[in-house]
């Protein structure tokens, strides 16, 4: 088992940054990537950053540039930067552990929300 914790969304204006932090603990492991995802009201949820077990990263064209994944083995966290923030990036963001071929393990979801 897997468990994920979310914690560093909020309230923040556009063009404003926030970090998000996923801390992580049991069978870590196991698991292949970690990525960040998020939903936004009335949206289905949608893949913003992964980051492989070998630090590999991906980005969505969303979040490309202005986002940054990356992993604190210090805290058994994995962080999500997130810079020059715009009111279409409002959402529950949630942090995901994947284990090859078809588990995923999930947080509780973290509300970032972008508005002057």
């Known amino acids: 088992q897997v468990q994920l914790v979310e914690s560093g969304g909020g309230l923040v204006q556009p063009g404003g940054s926030l970090r998000l932090s996923c801390k992580t603990s049991g069978s870590i492991f196991s698991i292949n990537y970690m990525a960040w995802y998020r939903q936004a009201p009335g949206k289905e949820r949608e893949l913003v950053a992964i980051i492989t077990s070998g630090d590999s990263t991906t980005y969505a064209d969303s979040a490309k540039g202005r986002f940054t994944i990356s992993r604190d083995n210090a805290k058994s966290a994995v962080d999500l930067q997130m810079n020059s923030l715009k009111p279409e990036d409002t959402a529950v963001y949630y942090c995901?552990?994947?284990?090859?071929?078809?588990?995923?393990?999930w947080g509780q979801g973290t509300q970032v929300t972008v508005s002057s």
């Open positions: 995901n552990a994947h284990r090859y071929p078809d588990v995923d393990y």
